[in-house]
């Protein structure tokens, strides 16, 4: 068996991802087939299942991808949660990478989307907003009664977010820090 090139691997898979968003962002998946993808990145049905098993299969090594980078990026910038200008500083950072990420968001958050994205972004979110969270959770509260609180904030957070990807006409980026700077610690001021 001859190895392939890493470079040629990467730039074989990235043809074929670039291919795939192309016709994802107009159709959805049921659509789309793998004569499409292989036909708009110039390669064979071959090429493709050498790196893919199928159109759901690249679709969720994309969806993966995504949310690794996005996790890793959101990881290297938190400092401090305890210190309120930190949050900030880190909310800014998620929400200034999330609208340069809004085409992709778009696509992946909109009407094609694949619902189960949303449900493994909250998972990888979630370590990384416990601090936040776990401030509004009574110490007497029950195994049950945390569980529902966590699950209101990590849900509410993407689904402020997705509106505010997917709205037309959405509202400033420092009202929406200011928003959820103010529900996760209505005491500390944005400003």
Request: no cysteine.
């Amino acid at each position: 068996m001859v190895m392939k090139q890493p470079e040629v691997t990467a730039k074989t898979r990235n043809r074929l991802r670039r291919a795939f968003w192309m016709l994802y962002e107009r159709q959805p998946i049921e659509k789309i087939t793998v004569r499409q993808i292989t036909d708009l990145a110039g390669y064979n049905r071959a090429t493709f299942y050498m790196y893919y098993t199928s159109v759901l299969d690249l679709r969720e090594h994309v969806e993966d991808d995504f949310i690794t980078r996005r996790i890793t990026a959101i990881r290297d910038a938190i400092v401090d949660f305890s210190d309120p200008d930190s949050i900030r500083i880190n909310l800014a950072a998620f929400l200034d990478q999330s609208a340069r990420d809004k085409p992709f968001l778009k696509v992946l958050l909109g009407p094609h989307g694949d619902p189960a994205f949303v449900e493994k972004m909250k998972e990888a979110v979630k370590p990384l907003m416990m601090p936040l969270v776990e401030r509004h959770i009574s110490k007497d509260a029950t195994p049950l009664h945390a569980e529902y609180v966590r699950e209101f904030y990590f849900s509410g957070v993407l689904a402020v977010v997705r509106r505010w990807l997917t709205d037309p006409d959405p509202m400033p980026t420092e009202e929406l820090l200011e928003l959820i700077v103010g529900v996760f610690m209505p005491d500390v001021s944005v400003e």
